[in-house]
């Protein structure tokens, strides 16, 4: 059992958990940040990705104690005083979701992958977002949705 | 589940069967006490029609009800609606669909009604959410209640100001006189007041061409939600001292427990371990504790032998299980009409298991207060799992809740309760509220599937392409659909229940998907042999009107006339009907010359179930259904042998992924003079058959195993 701190969404967190333990089950066990998803447990399906110092990271797939030191945002650390990001806002915009389950970790990948590239190519988006998973099959509109957030990222979300 | 349970579960889906009593509860319920819990206002009962009966009411907390309640609505002296109902948010939208027709009907905005779903000790008893019932059943009970509670309403203030009611005018939850002198809203007529107003009867409802807010595109209900990560999924509730559980799996299935030693996870601090009977789990202040306490017991099992894939379906027809059930004809008469038609064509399909994998696997918090059981999981049957609480426990009714925070999906693999069985057991013992959440893998083995099935088919058409004997015989997948639409002289259609090596249960449009690729491919293989049109093939053997206006409408919008196959771009087409919806799918496959593999680059649906309630809803519910179809036509399979199951992850199971997504176009026909239909399962039926028929138009291969693609999209050599 180890101490760590964690820098979450702008905040230190002192957690104790074993060196082993999982960013996600720290994420959402000892600090009740549910909104990020366990899907799988080995990366390949994205429900539990979150940013780390602005990339995408599967958090089932590092221990806790690697993301010491790094700045990680989950989705519960994108709206901010009330205004959702151009990403949030396109998701609900484009009604991208159906269960909901997968939306977290699709918008974390579709932020990072923005923050990275402001106008995507579809071979870029594609290439950003095979590795999360809508089982209700919602594709279409999450496309849908990354086009529409393209190119609005850093104008703080203004449509 | 065991077969014959899911042969239940289809036979209600399919013809909405009675569901029996409910146990517990046959006192009356004191309508006044809940209306007091309600904080007064106006309550609404519905007493059901006799076809609504088997989803009537029964408990309310500790109350109980009668048995004559279908549903209830509440309106408070702010003028907010809350509306009960036992269906449940999986994402198929209903949240979203049922306010918007009570909005309709009670004339109040869409924003002031909010659904109370799936909560046992709140609404009335109901079946489960399943078989595309909700909006053909629940909506239209809503409706009523609605209905009633607005004519109230208005008479409540034509009593006040001393008028004809009739001269009164309910709108934007509001009553006022026809000159706009007088207006109360809802709120201020139910101010102070504890009215409680039964329903009989069927009063008559806002015809959908009237329609303000059913029909339109309301966005979903809490949308914003799950956009910022602040819903709850069952996974995600929190109990205050909760800890976490994890339960030892057998090795096998069917493998029974020859030695165990748990001494070095009961060494383990904050650990404690829980053995009753055959049940072997874990507790710990946090899950990975748990995961390595279970990992350090040593258990051995006896595995017998089982079969596996290997020889599959020469088990499922040499296994039967019970009576086949079909329309008893004369099967000389459809041999005979069979060998005098000049085209005739004998041969059968396989449907391999697959899983639902929903994103959020099964998952329950348990806790005890008092000898009351409490427990939030996802389930599209909670007074189901309630029932299986009661069971496992020995409680009654109204010591066991079960409430449904909206759930990461189901596609019809959530009917059962493992999970809240599990959780409940370990809280018992644990004296805490407990959290299990299953593993992808566990997800994967110790759920259940969607059957494997053989379908064998034998037809003959004159060479003018009219279709004159169908024999269809399914072995195990199920009824679901197996009647064929088309017209024929001489028919034969069974369904043989077999053994399942495999658990299996509901699936997502049931067997309809694999009768559907059975028949659409063979009809799409008579009209090459006829040498017809495949459309035209269809047409000229349907007489169903609106089946074969979705038909003409899929044809239309892909271009069908003008689609010629080449060996590299295939064009297919199939269609058909299920649950009161209709579907024709058109496909468009490329096929690459060097490495064979097929990719769907189009798909073009079209799709009619009576009146539209919500049109993006709808879109939305099609989109999705292509795009899961695409896993079970193309690769999606369970590998398994000797009862393990060899790909139980998202690493060896493949799912369909944005790569896999072809460009959809949806053409919604929307017949307002019909009554609503459920859509939230035979928009599948028609993407396997369609894309195997554009395979065969390309390439004249003709593929008749589901998943036809399986290895790596490659057509089989």
Redesign the interface.
Known sequence: MGELVLNVNGKPYKVSAPAEESLLSVLRNHLNLTGTKYGCGEGQCGACTVLMDGGATRSCSIPAAAAAGAKITTIEGLEQNGKLTAVQQAFLDEGAFQCGYCTSGMIMSVTALLRDNHAPNEEQILGAMNGNVCRCGTYPRILEAIKRASGHVSGGGAR | MRPHELRMLEREENYGSSAGDSPGSKSQLDRRDFLKFLGGGLLVCLTPLPSWSQESGRTFGSHELPTDIGAWLHIDADGRVKVFTGKVE????IRTSLAQAVAEELRVPFESVAMVMGDTDLVPWDMGTFGSRTTPTMAPQLRSMAVAGRELLVEMAAQRWNTDPSKLIAAAGRVATSDGAKSLTYGELTRGEALVKSVAGDPPLTPATDWKIAGTPV??AN??D????????P??I?RPEMI?GAVLRPGSFNATLSSIDTSAAERMPNVKVVHEGEFTGVVAD????AERALKSIKAKWNVPDQQGNLGLFEYLKNNPDGKSEGPDHATDAVAQAIAGADVRLETQYTVEYIAH?????RAAVAEWNNGKLTVWTGTQRPFGVRDELMQAFQLPADKVRVLHP????G?GGKHTGEAAIEAARLSKAAGKPVKV?W??EEEFTWAYFRPAGLIEIKAGAHRDGTLVAWEHHNYNSGPAAIGTPYEAASKLIQYHPTKSPLRQGSYRGLAATANHFARESHMDALAHAAQMDPVAFRMKNLSNARLKAVLQAAADKFGWATAKSTPERGYGVACGTDKGGYVATCAEVAVDPTTKQVRIRRVVEAWECGAIVNP??LR??M??????AIGGALFERILFGNGRIQNP???KYR?????D?PQ?EIVLLDRKDLPSAGAGETGLVGLAPAVGNAIFAATGKRLRSMPMTPDDNKLPT
């Open positions: 999986v994402g198929q939208n966005p979903k949308g914003r799950f956009v910022t990560g602040k819903h709850q999924f996974s995600d929190v976490f946090d899950p990975f504790a994998a929903p994103l959020e696997p909206d759930m990461g999906s596609y959440v593993t992808r993006d809803g939305n519910q989109q999705g259904a292509i795009v899961q992850l998202f690493s799912v369909p992924r944005f790569t997504t959809i």
